[in-house]
């Protein structure tokens, strides 16, 4: 069993940054792909970015030029910055992490952007 636990989110104005954090129980490297998704009232999950075990990234049209998905290997720990924050990127973030055939999923984050 993997857990993750989620923190860094909370109440911004337009344009500010914020970055969220996910920690990791296990060794990052034994994850095939880690991701942070995000949903807001009323609306699907979204995949906002990933990273493969090679640290191949990939995002969303809505994410890209914005937010970047990294991470530290010592602390395993991925993060999620985002920068030039938008109301409607107001969602609770989930960290996704996937090893073989099964899904982990953290308890979420509240992120609220404000005008």
């Known amino acids: 069993q993997v857990q993750l636990v989620e923190s860094g989110g909370g109440l911004v104005q337009a344009g500010d940054s914020l970055r969220l954090s996910c920690a990791v129980s296990?060794?990052?490297?034994?994850?095939?792909?880690m991701d942070w998704h995000r949903q807001a009232p009323g609306k699907e999950r979204e995949l906002l970015a990933s990273m493969t075990n090679a640290e191949i990234t990939t995002y969303a049209d809505s994410a890209k030029g914005r937010f970047t998905i990294s991470r530290d290997n010592a602390k395993n720990t991925v993060y999620l910055q985002m920068n030039s924050l938008k109301p409607e990127d107001t969602a609770v973030y989930y960290c996704?992490?996937?090893?073989?055939?099964?899904?982990?999923w953290g308890q979420g984050t509240q992120v609220t952007v404000s005008s």
């Open positions: 996704h992490a996937r090893r073989r055939f099964y899904d982990f």
């Open positions: 296990t060794s990052i490297f034994s994850l095939d792909v």
